[in-house]
């Protein structure tokens, strides 16, 4: 069991996950809402919190090979700060809104 999930089950680290679609935020496509109780999150953090990979490697893997947008501009940098309303893109076309 990981850090994260043990303080999520003592509600240390709460975090609220939904998602939904709605063709205004992100034309059509899914949009995943991730709320956060407090900001910035680093990115490697992020896609490890919302599922995308399973370890700080993979993260990085990601990050460096361009396959990640952040407000439209392609991100390389995994330790980069995200604040709230900051979207993320992935290359298969999944988005994120921090809210």
Request: with cysteine; glycine share 8%; hydrophobic share 35%.
């Amino acid at each position: 069991m990981s850090i994260i999930s043990c303080l999520r089950k003592l509600s240390l680290y709460p975090v609220k996950k939904t998602s939904y679609s709605n063709s205004r935020l992100c034309s059509g496509t899914r949009m995943n809402i991730i709320q956060i109780d407090s900001y910035p999150i680093k990115l490697g953090q992020l896609l490890k919190l919302a599922n995308v990979v399973q370890d700080g490697f993979e993260a990085k893997a990601l990050v460096q090979n361009g396959s990640i947008q952040i407000n439209g501009r392609v991100e390389t940098r995994r330790g980069r700060k995200l604040f709230k309303n900051d979207q993320l893109e992935l290359e298969d076309g999944t988005s994120y809104l921090l809210a």
